[in-house]
């Protein structure tokens, strides 16, 4: 079955990096897109990033353009959320989730999430 | 940028009773819109896309109205396990992507 599996969060000071995976299966990465959705604590969901299931479009929110880089490896089925010059305000549980039907913008299936914390 | 306002922000209902949440878009959206439920410490989960259209294993109670700039979710007759936060998502204009605050069904 449909599954994703997220990793990478963890304590990091403002300015610091992160890098975020997101392992899939039951499905190729090669034929959906993928969307990174965070949540900050007690609040509603935000969209973050998507990657076109070639590769070849990627989209940012302008909360997290230029700082934030998403990336796949369709060998291992898994997509990436490279995250530099963090901020307090980029505190959240980062979910990814599949596409519903090729680039489409809704989701059908969502990781557990990982959570991020920028803190000194 | 397509803003959702949900409303009630909170629906205070006993189980049994119907549930009607609301979702307005501030521009037209035709019919490109997902209602997520999202139980306290779980994932979200697809309810309804394209407005009217349940995702698969989403029981019948759950049905979902409207195009252009208002939207429906309905539950006909709450069970316990459909005390959460709902929230509404469009798909016609983006990036970005955009979800609504959400509507919090509790237990009276």
């Known amino acids: 079955q449909v599954q994703l599996v997220e990793s990478g969060g963890g304590v990091v000071q403002p300015g610091g990096s992160l890098r975020l995976s997101c392992s899939a299966s039951?499905?190729?990465?090669?034929?959906?897109?993928i969307h990174w959705v965070r949540q900050a604590p007690g609040k509603g969901l935000e969209w973050v990033a998507f990657?076109?299931?070639?590769?070849?479009?990627?989209h940012y929110a302008d909360s997290v353009e230029g700082r934030f880089s998403i990336s796949t490896d369709n060998s291992k089925n898994t997509m990436y959320l490279q995250m530099n010059s963090l901020r307090a305000e980029d505190t959240a549980v980062y979910y990814c989730a599949k596409a519903r039907l090729l680039d489409y913008g809704d989701f059908d299936y969502w990781g557990q999430g990982t959570l991020v914390t920028v803190s000194s | 940028e397509v803003v959702l306002t949900q409303s009630p922000a909170t629906l205070s209902l006993s189980p049994g009773e119907r549930a009607t949440l609301s979702c307005r878009a501030s521009?037209?959206?035709?019919?490109?819109l997902s209602w997520y439920q999202q139980k306290p410490g779980q994932t979200p989960r697809l309810l309804i896309y394209?407005?009217?259209i349940r995702a698969t294993g989403v029981p019948a109670r759950f049905s979902g109205s409207g195009s252009g700039t208002d939207f429906t979710l309905t539950i006909s007759s709450l069970e316990p396990e459909d005390f959460a936060v709902y929230y509404c998502q469009q798909r016609v204009t983006w990036p970005p992507l955009t979800f609504g605050g959400g509507t919090k069904v509790e237990i009276k």
């Open positions: 990657i076109r299931y070639d590769g070849s479009r990627k």
């Open positions: 039951g499905f190729s990465i090669s034929n959906y897109g």
């Open positions: 521009q037209s959206i035709s019919n490109y």
């Open positions: 394209d407005a009217s």
